[in-house]
């Protein structure tokens, strides 16, 4: 009993955090529904950026828990999957699309729900550790929220103003809803040690990316986004993909010299044979001779 209280209180602040998140996210869809999509998307960048942190927090403090997990999980369903779905819809697919914009709003819905239960399924996974399998949740939610972020603040804050922008963005996030369900690896950069060759680069980079935020956070979050995409296809194509192909090559070759090695034991072993059973008749003939 002592040590279950004593557990509870470091289990407790990750979990808070992941409910101010889902917090947040609730905020984003009330605020999509009132058509203040301002609110509605620096409201998931928030949301975002404490779920970033729950995970590292649990670790720091030791409360990581299945409970944890799950929880983190359903929060992020709530804030990287509803969320933008209802912001998307209502900030153009409804108007101008009707139920083909709702239809597509449940689609991206499913797939990050689909993209949850997969990532849970493969927590502790040795792969899991430097990539996530198809496109994050909360990064795949950026290409309809960071959409909306850029129009708002360079072209105007209400819906999208026609048809053919409200098409592309359809567009848009239909394919984060597959990016989502893709077999395509996006870096977790757990794996990466930024202090590697000094602490001054890193930080230095760190200040760089920290003032583009400042001056212009919409511009410089749709540049990093897109970045990031761009990055793991490339990583796919060239890097990824090559590497296992390689490494099935050589699997191939290592399985098929094993089977012409027990082909040539089969073969080794049968001429033995003929040659004991050769001997013995030769000598069986040799005592008749004789």
Known sequence: M????????TVFIPNAVTTASMLFGFYSIQQSFEGNFIHATWALLIAAILDSLDGRIARLVKGTSEFGEEYDSLADLI????APAILAVRWGMAKYFGDLGWAIGFVYLAAAAIRLARFNVLIGDEQSKSYFKGMPSPCAAGIPVVTVMVYNKYV??????????????LIAVALAGVLMLS???FRTFKDIKFTKYGVRWPLFGFVIILTCLFVRPQATLFGGLFAYLGWAFLEEVLMLRPKEKELRAKRRETRRKRREARRAGRQAEKEARMKLIAGNKDQKEDRQNG
């Open 2 to 9: 002592t040590e279950e209280k004593r557990i509870r209180p």
């Open 79 to 82: 804030s990287f999957g509803l």
């Open 156 to 169: 105007s804050p209400e819906q999208a103003g026609n048809y053919y922008l409200a098409l592309i963005y």
């Open 183 to 185: 077999p395509i690896r």
